[in-house]
């Protein structure tokens, strides 16, 4: 065979080829055993014979050889390896526990055979190809030694602390472990155990040196500094070292450094102190970056831009904590961010690679972003502070102020990481860094006024600009994820400002008066986009239903009235309708939201109810007019009956029928006339006005009176308007009718039913229920198809 192999691997190339043969030519000879037996006894010829399932042809020359069997070791590999093993015990059984009863020269003796025998089994076994009981060998060979180390330090009694010594013994086992592997490597197949474990030994000598040597946490972390430079060496220079054995020490102990000095940093007590730890996160940062640079140069980008993060990171705690012990907490943390905004500039860095590009970046947003995090809660805590405002409205108690005394500081944060967010927005095509931005700005100029203790005058005054502008521009920003977060915003701004001014009357009307004209400007903008101007309406019409709300309390009229006014928003919005152009429906809305609230203002006197459910009539009634509101009139025609029901109520009308039917009759006879001229017309416009008219107010008189004669006169009646609407197929009487029957029956048969329930035992109305629930679902189907019929049927009434 000519290859162009090394000779390592073509002589495991050859191996696995021989292997593959003998394993072949067993088969074969098994199988010709078979054809004899077969042929000497009497019978029909064997079957013709064919490959075997899975047989596959021997590969030619040069191609790749079969994958080696490595499913089980053999008896031989394992009867080897459970013998070394044994011996490793007996030999640590002697050594720790019958060690005393022999001298100097008979213990050195007994470790120079053990340790030689283990580390010399590997060549004897290597060369037989028992590859994997000289691993296992080995490994028993390499903890021999570590065992030699443990009992010479005992029997010798040396003044050594333990520290100095293990650190010593560490490195001493570190080189005859990565001589050991090297040696057998260069006459036999490599072994994969001795390399590993010299990188895992010497990971330990320089920090155990700098324990022996007390030189404390910062000693420590540089010996872990330098211990992981040394890792990254190896990983670089060494190709036959797999890439975990020594990357993984390293980014452990570059860790432990950089831990280490950020913790000394951030207890340093004056800037001469932080120093050090500064010059020890520098260090760790230069070595990071050069890693990331390094690896991103190998072709492994997904691995260099976390340690281009951490080394960032770095360099901001070592030069952020040399000013903090000079500064306050608020300006300690913006120190810190103005060491992290350069780091930023990073993604304008061509010369670099684009995963250290975009670590650096990474580290620098990140601790933009813990730094604005932190003000923007003090922010935050001043925008709540105001709901205290709640507790007496219009009491002059400037709420709002600074809670936590971030001041100044919290501001100068927020608006530093605006401006870094937006020049990203400007250096970077993604979506977010604008709506970043954004946010961060309204933070920081929203809350500086209260942040700073300025004049309430003034903080409403700036508050309200704020608002304005954010407003301003989600109707006209170009950016839309930006123009969203400024809507947003401007939505935030105007709440909490309006909660604040209820503090004072004049703020009051002041800065809602502003903020609707704000909102009112903004919905009239015809080259907005629909959905801003939309919500600029409703918030117009809010803030004016809420100064009239405000009039209404400032005059000093009772709760009670104060819905009456309110209700002149819905009377605008169905006068001016037309006018609005793509923001009538949402105005629509709002105002029929307000009128709502006037009449439930207006609940707590029934003469006070009454009178707004006639006005919100009208109203409905007016806005019906108008052809594409015609269906509205349906509202004003029930708000006209429930504003004479509640005025009947309200005079203590014990016998309703006297002021219904004289409506009803009327009522009926013009439906009649209207089904007649248009029989296509529906019974519920037709007659469902005039019936629910009696029916309705006389159930509920029926309901309350405990006499038998209204309750029978009523079924009666609603038994005749159930059958004429079965008989001439009028959904409306039918349904009106039947459920005003079911209403009087279930109410003249309740007391018998809770008396016949008292009685029974309390266990059969659960049975009862079970059962009928059983039945139900046995017949499901069935039901479920009848109540399909039912509702077609009732579709087809008129």
């Known amino acids: 065979m000519n290859t162009s192999l090394p000779p390592a691997e073509e002589l495991a190339l050859v191996d ?424 961060l700005a309204w933070s920081g100029l929203f809350t500086a006024p209260a942040l700073l203790d300025w004049p309430a005058a003034v903080v409403f005054a700036v508050q309200v600009v704020v608002t304005a502008a954010a407003g301003a521009y989600a109707l006209k920003g170009r950016t839309p994820g930006a123009a969203v977060a400024a809507g947003v915003c401007a939505l935030l701004g105007a709440g909490n400002v309006s909660l604040g001014a209820l503090d004072g009357r004049t703020a009051t009307f002041a800065v809602w008066g502003l903020l609707g004209a704000g909102c009112a400007a903004g919905a009239a903008q015809r080259s907005a986009p629909r959905p801003a101007r939309s919500v600029a309406a409703v918030c117009a019409v809010g803030y004016a239903g809420g100064l009239l709300l405000a009039a209404s309390a400032a005059a000093g009229r009772p709760p009670a009235w104060w819905g009456l006014p309110l209700l002149a928003v819905p009377a605008a919005a169905a006068v001016f309708g037309p006018r609005l152009g793509g923001v009538r429906v949402p105005a629509e809305i709002a105002a029929a939201v307000c009128g709502a609230l006037a009449v439930l203002w207006s609940a707590g006197r029934p003469g006070t109810l009454g009178l707004a459910l006639a006005l919100a009539g009208v109203v409905c009634a007016g806005a019906a007019v108008r052809a594409e509101r015609r269906p509205v009139g349906w509202a004003a025609g029930t708000l006209f009956v429930l504003a004479a029901w509640v005025r009947l109520a309200g005079a203590g009308v014990a016998a309703p029928e006297a002021y219904s039917l004289p409506v009803t009759v009327p009522a009926l006879a013009v439906g009649l006339v209207r089904r007649r001229r248009d029989p296509s017309a529906s019974s519920w416009t037709a007659y469902g006005p005039g019936l629910a008219a009696t029916l309705l107010p006389s159930l509920l008189a029926a309901l309350e009176d405990r006499h038998w004669l209204r309750p029978l006169l009523l079924g009666l009646a609603a038994l005749a308007v159930t059958l004429a609407g079965a008989r001439r197929r009028l959904q409306a009487p039918l349904l009106l009718g039947g459920a005003v029957l079911a209403g009087v029956a279930l109410h003249e048969l309740a007391p018998y039913v809770v008396q016949v329930v008292g009685a029974l035992p309390r266990w059969l109305p659960p049975a009862l229920a079970g059962l009928l629930l059983l039945a139900a679902g046995a017949t499901y189907e069935k039901r479920l198809g009848e109540a399909r019929r039912l509702r077609d049927a009732l579709g087809r009434l008129r």
């Open 16 to 439: 696995r080829e021989l292997a593959w043969l003998d394993h072949r030519r067993m088969y074969l000879l098994t199988r010709r055993d078979r054809l004899l037996h077969l042929l000497r006894q009497p019978g029909p010829a064997p079957a013709a014979w064919g490959p075997p399932a899975g047989w596959v042809p021997a590969p030619g020359p040069g191609a790749p050889a079969p994958a080696e069997d490595a499913s089980a070791p053999s008896a031989q590999n394992v009867l080897l390896a459970l013998g070394v093993v044994l011996l490793a015990v007996a030999a640590t059984a002697f050594t720790l526990v019958s060690w005393g009863a022999m001298g100097i020269a008979g213990r050195s003796a007994v470790l120079a055979v053990v340790t030689a025998a283990a580390l010399g089994a590997p060549v004897a076994l290597l060369r037989r190809g028992l590859r994997a009981t000289a691993e296992s060998v080995a490994a028993v060979g390499l903890l021999l030694t570590v065992l030699d180390a443990y009992a010479l330090y005992v029997a010798a009694g040396a003044d050594t602390g333990p520290a100095a010594y293990a650190a010593a013994a560490a490195a001493v086992c570190a080189a005859l472990w990565a001589g050991y592997g090297l040696g057998l490597a260069r006459r036999l197949p490599a072994l994969r155990i001795p390399l590993p474990a010299a990188v895992l030994a010497a990971q330990w000598p320089l920090p155990l040196a700098a324990l022996a040597g007390q030189s404390g946490p910062l000693g420590l972390g540089w010996a872990l500094l330098v211990t992981a430079v040394l890792d990254v060496l190896l990983a670089l220079r060494v190709r036959a070292l797999p890439a975990p054995v020594a990357w993984v020490p390293a980014g452990v102990l570059g860790a432990g450094a950089l831990l280490t000095g950020a913790v000394r940093s951030w207890s340093a007590a004056s800037a001469a102190g932080a120093v050090a730890p500064g010059v020890l996160l520098g260090a760790g940062a230069a070595l990071a970056v050069a890693v990331a640079v390094a690896v991103a140069a190998a072709g492994r980008g997904a691995a260099a831009w976390p340690v281009a993060a951490a080394g960032g990171l770095a360099a901001v705690v070592g030069l952020g904590g040399v000013a903090r012990p000079e500064l306050g907490p608020g300006w300690a943390v913006v120190a810190h961010l103005l060491v992290a905004l350069p780091l930023l500039a990073a993604v304008r860095a061509g010369r670099l690679a684009e995963p250290v590009r975009r670590g650096l970046l990474l580290a620098g947003a990140l601790a933009a972003t813990v730094a604005a995090l932190g003000a923007w809660c003090a922010a935050a805590a001043v925008l709540a502070a105001r709901t205290g405002v709640l507790d007496e409205v219009w009491a002059a108690s400037t709420p709002g102020a600074d809670p936590f005394g971030a001041g100044a500081p919290a501001v100068v944060v927020l608006l530093l990481a605006a401006a870094a967010a937006g020049w990203l927005s400007r250096a970077l095509s993604r979506p977010e860094p604008p709506v970043v931005a954004v946010a």
